[in-house]
């Protein structure tokens, strides 16, 4: 089967710097990705790896671990407007399917 | 104007009424996808198309059909909707490049089945 296991909520401070984990058991690995997704938007994409490490992009890093089956998503500098919920979502294998996990809720506090 | 659109945006039904969700994308994608969001259970796919000609089910798929009318347009019907699918619906596009299969989402459609 496949499972993507990822916090249900988060809380941090502006201007602080965050982790939000994603652990997955499936059955293939092509590939990681982390969403962000406003209450009541559309998900929006972040960050894609494939090979382990980290992938750095403005205030947002994401890292690989294929090994561990973990990855995570580090922001800092946190801003009012980063609170969202996460989602971390796998291909499985070679059907380019995404699987997501629940999504984590950050929720940035003043 | 946005790439991916979905219509309508909200809908509300009863019971037992056949409902229609249509996507429409302008970015030239082969790949479409339906997928619907329910609160503590994530995304879950109900359906995906990679040409005109291809229609395969996702993990959820009963109780729903879907139509590839062309490149640009993935409808969702709910033949005799019922209240459990009640949720947040999106439509999702992607390219296919052989490694990276980015999803673009739809502005969603909140459906209430009474």
């Known amino acids: 089967g496949q499972n993507i296991d990822q916090p249900t909520e988060m809380t941090a401070t502006e201007g602080a710097i965050v982790q939000i984990n994603c652990t997955y058991q499936?059955?293939?690995?092509?590939?990681l990705f982390w969403y962000q997704q406003h209450a009541g938007e559309a998900p929006t994409f972040l960050s894609y790896?494939?090979?382990?490490g980290l992938e750095e992009k403005g205030r947002f890093s994401s890292f690989l671990s294929r090994s561990k089956g973990y990855s995570y998503l580090l922001l800092k500098e946190l801003q009012m407007k980063d609170s969202a919920s996460y989602l971390c979502a796998v291909i499985p294998g070679a059907t380019n399917k995404l699987i997501f996990g629940t999504g984590t809720l950050l929720a940035v506090q003043p | 104007d946005a790439d991916v659109t979905q219509t309508p945006r909200n809908r509300i039904t009863k019971t037992g009424k056949r409902i229609m969700l249509e996507c429409s994308q302008t970015?030239?994608?082969?790949?479409m996808y339906w997928y619907r969001q329910d609160p503590g259970l994530g995304l879950r796919l109900i359906y995906y198309?990679?040409?005109?000609?291809?229609?395969n089910k996702g993990e959820i798929s009963d109780g729903y059909s879907v139509s590839r009318q062309a490149q640009a347009k993935f409808s969702l019907s709910l033949e005799s909707a019922i209240p459990n699918q009640t949720a947040l619906y999106f439509c999702?596009?992607?390219?296919?490049?052989?490694?990276?299969?980015?999803?673009?989402f739809g502005p969603g459609t909140r459906l209430t089945v009474l």
């Open positions: 790896n494939v090979l382990d």
């Open positions: 499936t059955s293939g690995f092509n590939g």
């Open positions: 970015k030239g994608h082969d790949r």
């Open positions: 198309s990679f040409d005109v000609k291809d229609i």
């Open positions: 999702a596009t992607s390219d296919w490049t052989g490694a990276y299969n980015e999803q673009f």
